[in-house]
């Protein structure tokens, strides 16, 4: 997708610098795509912070290394 953004130089400067992109698209595409991450990152955390994970009363490692064994 083609965009026109009006960004200040500094900015484009310092994405560049930590993205080690070969241009400015290249360099804005690397950032943009690791904030998306670490944001899908926040969600997941975020959810798992309202309803934590919790295991069966009958779960134990020692069994699943027996499962794993077995197979």
């Known amino acids: 997708m083609k965009v026109t953004a009006i960004l200040?130089?500094?900015l484009i400067a310092e994405v560049q610098k930590y993205s080690g992109g070969k241009n400015i698209t290249d360099s804005?595409?690397?950032a943009l795509s690791e904030w998306?991450?670490?944001a899908k990152i926040?969600?997941?955390n975020a959810k798992l912070?309202?309803?934590p994970l919790s295991?069966?009363?009958d779960f134990s490692g020692e069994n699943i290394r027996g499962l794993?064994?077995?197979r």
Do not use: I, M, V
Request: hydrophobic letters at 20%; charged letters at 40%; aromatic letters at 4%.
């Open 8 to 10: 200040p130089d500094d």
């Open 28 to 30: 804005l595409q690397k």
């Open 36 to 38: 998306l991450k670490q």
């Open 42 to 44: 926040r969600n997941l």
């Open 49 to 51: 912070h309202k309803s």
């Open 55 to 57: 295991f069966q009363e």
């Open 68 to 70: 794993n064994r077995n």
